[in-house]
């Protein structure tokens, strides 16, 4: 059974840099593509990009400029970097497998909630 | 910046069946999937592949896609069912984008 346990700092200024990282336990890590994707509160789900086990990326246009996903295969563990953060980056981040492709997005960690202020 | 669009409520009686939308230009070239979110929880994978379960998801759960709507239904809807629902599309364009959700209540 895939388990993804993600973690980071929850409470951030406004210009800091936010850093999380997210550990697969069970399953394989490789051959497939990990997702980052976070939810503003009372609002929807947001793809912020995906990464495989090669270090290849796709980002959100949209965050494109400020994010930076990165992958250790040696400890199966994805990280993700956004920086400059503002206000309007307040929201539950979660790890997930899956993205590009038909399978859809199957397991998803527990979330992590980010909290952007001053 | 391509979303697809999806109605923010749908109510239904216990019993009944729920259809839930989902709106996109040329959604019918995409892969579609669905995720059912309950409050407090992380998504849940409902259907991949435009109209495939995984395995656990009940049979009351189906999909279909054509032209540039895909649908979820719902059959015999239960209580448990009430949830936020939400499309997903993938291309090789814009890789993964999620539709804006919808409430689905039951009354």
């Known amino acids: 059974q895939v388990q993804l346990q993600q973690w980071g700092a929850g409470l951030l200024k406004p210009s800091e840099t936010l850093s999380l990282t997210c550990a697969v336990n069970?399953?394989?890590?490789?051959?497939?593509?990990w997702s980052w994707i976070r939810q503003s509160p009372g609002k929807g789900l947001e793809w912020i990009g995906e990464?495989?086990?090669?270090?290849?990326?796709h980002y959100n246009p949209s965050l494109k400029s400020r994010v930076t996903m990165s992958a250790d295969t040696s400890k199966k563990q994805l990280s993700l970097t956004v920086r400059s953060l503002t206000a309007a980056d307040t929201a539950v981040y979660y790890c997930?497998?899956?993205?590009?492709?038909?399978?859809?997005?199957?397991?998803w960690g527990q979330g992590t909630q980010v909290t952007v202020s001053s | 910046s391509y979303e697809p669009a999806q109605s923010p409520s749908v109510s239904v009686s216990p019993g009944q069946t729920a259809n839930i939308s989902c709106s996109g230009d040329q959604l019918g070239n995409r892969y579609v999937s669905w995720y059912q979110q309950k409050p407090g929880q992380s998504p849940i994978l409902l259907i991949f592949?435009?109209?495939e379960r995984p395995s656990g998801i009940p049979d009351r759960f189906s999909a279909s896609t054509s032209g540039n709507t895909a649908t979820l239904t719902i059959s015999g809807t239960q209580a448990m069912d009430e949830a936020d629902y939400y499309c997903?599309?993938?291309?090789?364009?814009?890789?993964?984008?999620f539709g804006g959700g919808t409430k689905l209540t039951v009354l």
């Open positions: 990464i495989n086990e090669s270090g290849s990326t």
């Open positions: 997903q599309a993938w291309d090789t364009r814009n890789y993964v984008v």
């Open positions: 592949h435009d109209s």
């Open positions: 997930a497998r899956g993205g590009s492709g038909w399978h859809g997005i199957d397991y």
């Open positions: 069970g399953g394989s890590f490789s051959g497939y593509y």
